[in-house]
């Protein structure tokens, strides 16, 4: 009997204060469901992804956790489920599903950063267990008429600066993006179709390879720095601002 009433007695001041949490978790899930930008979008400490949706309808992913949030995730890979050696036309407009592997779209992208100063930032897990980061404050991207050509600089991380890497043939700042139809690369073949499988930033060619075959073999497989190979990979971008 007195256990009875012990529970009965939780049970009754849990319910009192119930109200206030669940305002505060309703607050918050209703500011997110209101945003059309990630930046937008309430920090989280309990929900590290949050989906909204544009002004236009489109569906985004955003991480509302890592490095204060605000992120609005562009790539993801986690399984090797979803198709990555696609032609331009999809790699423009974007392509897999936001529960699982995708490319958000270089339209979608540049329209999304066409404001602001962007930062991108990487994270990743390698295959030996390492969780690694690379992240540049710096990060714009051109229109399709310039081939949605990238210039990146300020990087801080753990994984390495490959977006910089060497002085001439790896250095992917100022590079236009490339798919195995249409070649924009520096490389006298085409890095995508005959060596990487993977569209991207190439110059002659690249030393990130995020696109490519999930189990492939060098210099086909999807990789950070030539060879570290993941199991998981996201690439985000945000507004920028002083820290």
């Not at 399709?144 to 490959?162: L, P, Q, W």
């Not at 249409?182 to 002659?204: E, F, I, Q, T």
């Amino acid at each position: 009997m007195l256990l009875q009433l012990a529970v009965l007695l939780v049970l009754a001041i849990a319910s009192e204060a119930s109200p206030a949490a669940q305002n505060d978790a309703t607050s918050s899930t209703a500011k997110a469901s209101q945003a059309a930008k990630c930046a937008d979008v309430p920090t989280s400490t309990n929900e590290q992804y949050v989906h909204i949706h544009d002004v236009e309808g489109r569906e985004l992913l955003c991480d509302t956790y890592t490095d204060g949030g605000k992120w609005t995730v562009v790539q993801l890979r986690t399984d090797g489920s979803q198709d990555f050696y696609l032609p331009w036309v999809d790699y423009e407009r974007g392509f897999g599903n936001k529960t699982g592997e995708f490319w958000l779209g270089l339209s979608i992208m540049h329209h999304t950063m066409r404001t602001d100063r962007y930062e991108m930032r990487i994270d990743f897990n390698t295959s030996i267990g390492q969780r690694l980061y690379a992240q540049y404050n710096n990060f714009t991207l051109a229109n399709a008429v310039d081939n949605y050509r990238i210039h990146i600089s300020g990087y801080k991380g753990t994984a390495g600066d490959y977006f910089l890497y060497g002085r001439q043939y790896y250095n992917l700042d100022g590079m236009a993006f490339s798919t195995y139809d249409r070649d924009n690369d520096k490389s006298a073949v085409n890095c995508v179709k005959d060596l990487y499988h993977g569209a991207w930033w190439h110059n002659s060619c690249t030393s990130i390879n995020p696109n490519g075959d999930w189990k492939g073999y060098s210099p086909a497989q999807a990789s950070w720095g030539f060879s570290t190979r993941f199991t998981y990979f996201d690439i985000k971008i945000r507004p920028w601002f002083p820290q």
